[in-house]
T-cell receptor, first 113, second 113 residues
């Protein structure tokens, strides 16, 4: 069964900590994405990557960075966590053709205290 | 601008009622793809349907049906004879030329027994 796996389901971190959210896919997809989900705002794109070592900013990249050293792994980094980054984070992957849509992970609910 | 609007924030129905979830989109592209995803309480987004901009045929899958109308830029989703298991957040989404998926804010559907 193909899947996208996010390493943590729930995380609690302190303000100012550096936080790593990991995402791994086993479908050999070229494209990977990070979204955050907040009530009333839907899913908003943070960063995406179309290839290894490649990254592009989405709609809300401020306060985040990403790393894609291997095709199957796409990491989201909060350099200095803040309370306004408390959210649900969803990782997704897709093949190059846009008509296939995305496969999503189960999400990581991050709380910054 | 590419945009997806789901005007209904929350809908509550009683089991066996029919319910329609509205989705209106904006795009300047002539080629695009529309999707519906279901997010149950577990958090993972589950793919329901994909439609490309050249295929305006409506689709029925069991109790689910979709009505795509380019003239009104709408892609509405109807659940017939709703069940408690249909309770979830439903997202409409749009992919356009660069394979970025844009989501609506989501509609939370509650089906009461």
């Amino acid at each position: 069964d193909v899947k996208v796996t996010q390493s943590s389901r729930y995380l609690v971190k302190r303000t100012g900590e550096k936080v790593f959210l990991e995402c791994v896919q086993d479908m050999d997809h070229e494209n990977m994405f990070w979204y955050r989900q907040d009530p009333g705002l839907g899913l908003r794109l943070i960063y995406f990557s179309y290839d290894v070592k490649m990254k592009e900013k989405g709609d809300i990249p401020e306060g985040y960075s990403v790393s894609r050293e291997k095709k199957e792994r796409f990491s989201l980094i909060l350099e200095s966590a803040s309370t306004n980054q408390t959210s649900m984070y969803l990782c997704a992957s897709s093949p190059p053709a846009p008509n296939y849509g995305y496969t999503f992970g189960s999400g990581t609910r991050l709380t910054v205290v | 601008a590419q945009k997806v609007t789901q005007a209904q924030t929350e809908i509550s129905v009683v089991e066996k009622e029919d319910v329609t979830l509205d989705c209106v989109y904006e795009t300047r592209d002539t080629t695009y793809y529309l999707f519906w995803y279901k997010q149950p309480p577990s958090g993972e987004l589950v793919f329901l349907i994909r439609r490309n901009s050249f295929d305006e045929q409506n689709e029925i899958s069991g109790r689910y049906s979709w009505n795509f109308q380019k003239s009104t830029s709408s892609f509405n989703f109807t659940i017939t004879a709703s069940q408690v298991v249909d309770s979830a957040v439903y997202f409409c989404a749009l992919i356009y030329n660069n394979n970025d998926m844009r989501f609506g804010a989501g509609t939370r559907l509650t089906v009461k027994p």
